[in-house]
């Protein structure tokens, strides 16, 4: 494995297990602040080897391959949480810096273990228990009402890993497997909001504005940030916890919260229970990128490097996140010439892959005064890259 | 020489000659847009090398080298402006995109030509003539009054090629080198100011907003976005002469004119005349990496690719952009460190560069609503990381 060319000046090598567009995102603020990535790719052409110098190839399930992957690295943090815990201690004990570190990230691995946390921490969470088989997912069915959404603990992202099932016998399949599962009560909510933070190893904290998400198919579509006429009590409550979860679980790296927001009961204030926990830059933060003064790939870079984090103060009054998935037309240069020539103020970012119907291909930001123009600016954007509206 | 990675789906690959910083700024634009740099490096360890994964090593001066590099770009462009002219017409010959072509690049190669074609123009320009001996100098200084501003023609920057003599002996040197020079009337300016623009080959044209530049020993050390209590008519008629020029020219990518403001004689309005002229991003425009909705960088990658230019609109009331020069230390990341903790809204451009005193190794951004203030954070900034403040 060549050394991957380091900035003079006594600037960092940070490694990035796996080449996704997470990784490839970090590029443009490293090369800003002359910190140098390394990142371990899934093949040549993954979206970060494109645009990085240095990214071997490798797996993340070989620690051999890991540790010399690692070797050239100041600190390793990553793409995505599916480094094994047995790769992730091996890293530790061969005195590497990892952030966030296994303890941590066990949280955003397992979905048992995070529940089981946040309810010792007294974070508020649907009702859940760990079922192993159909008697007890009835059981818990019947005791909070069906349908019950059904989770595999480990593993799963955009919708993958997660059904919403009418009755127990359901979910026979998930059981064969032999893992137990995640059931959770179906939470009535409003919206879905989502907060962002970073922690830094010496516990500086960051917490950026709590956003809406708009989730279609399980696939986060759209980002509207801040979120529209939240309660500020709410907001606060939302990103207190983000903070709190931070410290008590020492998250190092930037991080994701998404929550639900619950009705107020009888005209009360409106609540939240968390969904989700990303212990990495997330979906619901690319609006950070042309929204707010430090994007979350900068800050994540920061906070893993202990560098001071950088101000998360908004830009513009909106901005708001459109996903991009692909279309049926392979060619998108094309397509994107056209968009670029109808909005001028669109920015795009692409991640350099094929592409397939429904896979993320990229997404664009607008910013500005007027949320439902700006709304309808990343729409017409998003569905013209997919293909489904014509002009 | 390896091709280029292109990402997939129709994008193309932009070759840049010569691997500075003009072109490492070039590569988060690249990232985000989807399309692949190629830059021909000075060196393995050039700015640019650093960060780009195709950067091949060869000489912008050997036509070989530049034709071999420019079979796998869809269109070239330059870092610097010191590409040969043979070698220039050698491109375009084997059907390669060049821009700005040829023709309109000599302008920018050669002052003598650019003082002649804006004279025809009638563009505001100093009193000028070539001079090929101190005769003619003398005969120059005794008409437009001493001391008289003396240049070489070609290969200067930053200040090189450039001297102020106050009689023709002193320019005896320069004579014997043979070639002609180009002398100027010193203009009795207010202050320096300049116009960033973009134009692309199907004639689409933008201009940001005029900047006032501080220059320090020759080197553009502030800018400040846009240039404060300027005249709107004198803006007016600065934009349009960069626009008149592009098309005259027929400039093609990012360009800048450096203007001097004159005062007004009697009490009436200010004018300008025409300092320098540079075909590629500038260091007047740095400012637009944060301060605009479209960057320079991504301007002129959209420009030479003639994709529909960005908007050019300014995102703050104010940005100002402090230049890094290289101070005694040649450790530069724990200065970088305290410096981040001191300002977190600073936003931080390095090039990757070893440090040399006096050499440009960076710049900072700061923008919001005090131009004052803004003016202190971008100046302490840039004196702090040089080492000439310690706290």
């Known amino acids: ?180 599962l995640l059931a959770e009560a179906k939470v009535p909510f409003t919206r879905e909001l989502a907060v962002l933070a970073a922690r830094s190893p010496s516990g500086q904290a960051a917490v950026w504005p709590v956003v809406q998400t708009v989730q279609t198919d399980g696939i986060c579509t759209e980002v509207l940030a801040p979120a529209p006429g939240l309660d500020p009590d709410l907001q606060a409550q939302i990103a207190q916890a983000a903070l709190r979860l931070a410290g008590e679980l020492d998250i190092t790296g930037v991080f994701a919260v998404e929550v639900f927001e619950v009705p107020g009961v009888a005209g009360g204030p409106p609540s939240y229970v968390v969904n989700e926990l990303a212990m990495r830059p997330h979906n619901s933060g690319h609006w950070t990128m042309d929204g707010s003064v430090t994007s979350q790939f900068e800050q994540h870079l920061r906070a893993v490097l202990d560098l001071p984090l950088g101000e998360v103060a908004p830009r513009a009054p909106w901005t708001v996140m459109g996903n991009v998935l692909g279309g049926a037309d392979e060619e998108l240069y094309s397509t994107y010439r056209h968009l670029l020539a109808r909005d001028p103020g669109l920015k795009v970012h692409l991640y350099g892959k094929a592409v397939r119907p429904g896979r993320k291909i990229g997404h664009v930001n607008v910013y500005g005064d007027d949320l439902d123009q700006l709304r309808a600016r990343a729409q017409h954007a998003a569905d013209y890259l997919e293909g489904t509206v014509r002009q």
């Open 1 to 180: 494995m060549t050394a991957p060319k380091r900035a003079p000046g006594g600037f960092p090598v940070v490694g990035i297990i796996g080449g996704g567009q997470l990784a490839r995102m970090c590029q443009p603020a490293a090369e800003n602040l002359s910190i140098t990535l390394s990142v371990l790719a899934e093949s040549p052409d993954a979206a970060a080897a494109l645009v990085i110098p240095s990214a071997p190839v490798g797996s993340h399930l070989d620690v051999d391959e890991v540790l010399a992957f690692a070797r050239d690295c100041d600190v390793v943090t990553f793409d995505h949480e599916h480094v094994p815990a047995p790769v992730l201690h091996a890293l530790v004990e061969a005195g590497v810096p990892v952030h966030p570190k296994p303890e941590a990230l066990v949280y955003a691995q397992d979905k048992l273990a995070m529940r089981e946390r946040l309810t010792e921490l007294g974070i508020p969470c649907p009702a859940w228990a760990q079922v192993h088989d159909t008697v007890e997912l009835a059981a818990f069915g019947d005791l909070h009402g069906w349908p019950v959404v059904l989770k595999t603990p480990r593993g799963g992202y955009d919708g993958k890993g997660v059904r919403v099932v009418d009755s127990a016998t359901e979910a026979q399949d998930w059981f064969d497997r032999g893992e137990p």
